[in-house]
């Protein structure tokens, strides 16, 4: 069992940024990434990337102006989400995932079904 924590969210206007972070308990390889999920709407992938090489993902939505990335040194197994030029659709609820996927992290990160792991959740809010 490995546990997420997450941390990083806010309020911003329209055209600010944050930046998210996601902290893994355990070191393993495997796709991680983050799910967004707006009010009364299902979790719908944002972005991901696999632990060494593979295939990252990243949301039609969000290309340009969100990137993840990552340290996988094993004292840190962090997850970062570099988010700029944020919009109001961006409003939601945040969660740090992972998958038994370890390269194809478009595939895995295409839907919720083959997530093995959630971090609590984070808000982000952005007004216009």
């Known amino acids: 069992q490995v546990d997420l924590v997450e941390s990083g969210g806010g309020s911003v206007e329209a055209g600010g940024s944050l930046r998210l972070s996601c902290t893994a308990s355990?070191?393993?390889?495997?796709?991680m990434g983050w799910f967004r999920q707006a009010p009364g709407e299902r979790r719908v992938g944002v972005a991901a990337?696999?632990?060494?090489?593979?295939?990252?993902?990243?949301a039609a939505s969000v290309l340009g102006r969100f990137t993840i990335s990552r340290d996988n040194d094993r004292t840190k197994n962090t997850v970062y989400l570099q988010m700029n030029n944020l919009k109001p659709e961006d409003t939601g609820m945040y969660y740090c995932?992972?998958?038994?996927?370890?390269?194809?992290?478009?595939?895995?990160?295409?839907?919720?079904?083959?997530?093995?792991?959630w971090g609590q959740g984070i808000q982000v809010t952005v007004s216009s």
């Open positions: 995932a992972t998958t038994r996927e370890d390269f194809n992290c478009v595939r895995a990160f295409s839907n919720a079904d083959q997530v093995t792991a």
């Open positions: 355990t070191y393993a390889h495997r796709c």
């Open positions: 990337m696999p632990t060494q090489s593979g295939i990252t993902f990243h």
